[in-house]
């Protein structure tokens, strides 16, 4: 299993507004930045959120992101169609395992 | 364009080796931290390993299930990295990833991807 936890899924209808956590610990979460990567199928992920709440140029403003503590949360508001997408977590890892770990991801489905 | 395009991949028997390689354009490589991720069929992500640039003294760094068994590899004049996988096990078969932390800190630009399949 992925070090970083995230609900398997989560769904909503369009228009409305959506939350995926990400649940880690000291060595990671707590002590690091947060990345969110949004992922269709057979496509590369797409950096959506860095330093746990900025968007790269191009990313709309309906995605945002926080962290608290050993915890991060990505929003995403207005959903339409298109945000139908797979969502990881990312962040460094002090742990001897991995410098880098992920979340399992999460399904969105916007019903 | 920035861009970042894998190749490589393909099918090897258990136990065999296979070289990846990412080829870079569109930045200046030397100066990227280059990195490998890989996705197992309906899988999420995971980290196999990084190499720093030479000024940061081009060190490699590996997930604990591929430490010993692959290892990362540049060439700046080319601007390439490669990922050499030996002792391949069934568990590595996934699309491997290239990719780099180069303009923000979170990983901002991806390659394609190329699969390997691991199968007797």
């Known amino acids: 299993q992925s070090v970083l936890t995230q609900p398997p899924s989560v769904s909503a209808a369009p228009g409305q507004k959506v939350t995926i956590s990400c649940s880690g610990s000291?060595?990671?979460?707590?002590?690091?930045?947060v990345s969110w990567y949004q992922q269709f199928p057979g496509t590369a992920p797409k950096l959506l959120i860095y330093?746990?709440?900025k968007r790269p140029s191009g990313i709309p403003d309906r995605f945002s992101g926080s962290k608290s503590g050993t915890s991060a949360t990505l929003g995403i508001t207005g959903l339409q169609t298109g945000d139908e997408a797979d969502y990881y977590c990312?962040?460094?890892?002090?742990?001897?395992?991995?410098?880098?770990?992920f979340g399992g991801g999460t399904k969105l489905t916007v019903l | 364009e920035v861009q970042l395009v894998e190749s490589g991949g393909g099918l090897v028997k258990p136990g065999g080796s296979l070289r990846l390689s990412c080829a870079a354009s569109?930045?200046?490589?030397?100066?990227?931290?280059m990195n490998w991720v890989r996705q197992a069929p309906g899988k999420g992500l995971e980290w196999v390993g990084r190499?720093?640039?030479?000024?940061?003294?081009?060190?490699?760094d590996y997930a604990a299930p591929v430490k010993g068994r692959f290892s990362i590899s540049r060439d700046d004049s080319k601007t390439t990295v490669d990922l050499q996988m030996n002792s391949l096990k069934t568990e590595d078969t996934a699309v491997y990833y290239c990719?780099?932390?180069?303009?923000?800190?979170?990983?901002?630009?991806w390659g394609q991807g190329t699969m390997v399949t691991v199968s007797s």
């Open positions: 330093e746990n709440n």
């Open positions: 990312g962040t460094r890892d002090s742990s001897l395992s991995a410098d880098v770990v």
């Open positions: 000291s060595s990671n979460i707590g002590n690091n930045y």
């Open positions: 990719t780099t932390n180069y303009y923000l800190s979170g990983f901002d630009i």
């Open positions: 569109g930045f200046i490589f030397s100066n990227a931290w």
């Open positions: 190499i720093k640039t030479k000024s940061d003294d081009g060190t490699t």
